[in-house]
Nanobody, 128 residues
Framework: QVQLVESGGGVVQAGGSLRLSCTASGRTFNSDALAWFRQAPGKEREFVAHISGTGDSTYYADSVKGRFTISRDDADRTMTLQMNNLKPEDTAVYYC?????????????????????RGQGTQVTVSS
């Protein structure tokens, strides 16, 4: 079993940057696909970014493409989301989620129910 804990959220002005981290404990997660999702009040959880188990494939929601970068360091058991040029519409609780031995591509990675384990989330608030 893998446990995930997110950190790095906070309040930032529009145009600013934040770096979210997701730290894993429990079994090794080297072969696990990992993803970031977010959920704003009153809205459904939506896909943000995905990284494959090998780290050589990444996918992004159109709304964050070119602004956010997902990466992983299996030696440190962490996944990060570098968020630049933040906008008020990026305000949400951000969750990291994962699934063992899972391969997907493009929109096939977007459904949060495909990733069975998840953290508790970290709040990101972007003020205008």
């Amino acid at each position: 079993q893998v446990q995930l804990v997110e950190s790095g959220g906070g309040v930032v002005q529009a145009g600013g940057s934040l770096r979210l981290s997701c730290t894993a404990s429990g079994r090794t997660f080297n072969s696990d696909a990992l993803a970031w999702f977010r959920q704003a009040p009153g809205k459904e959880r939506e896909f943000v970014a995905h990284i494959s188990g090998t780290g050589d494939s990444t996918y992004y929601a159109d709304s964050v493409k070119g602004r956010f970068t997902i990466s992983r360091d299996d030696a440190d058991r962490t996944m990060t989301l570098q968020m630049n040029n933040l906008k008020p519409e990026d305000t949400a609780v951000y969750y990291c989620q994962g699934r063992r031995n899972f391969a997907c591509s493009g929109s096939g990675c977007y459904d949060p129910s495909l990733y069975p384990y998840r953290g508790q989330g970290t709040q990101v608030t972007v003020s205008s």
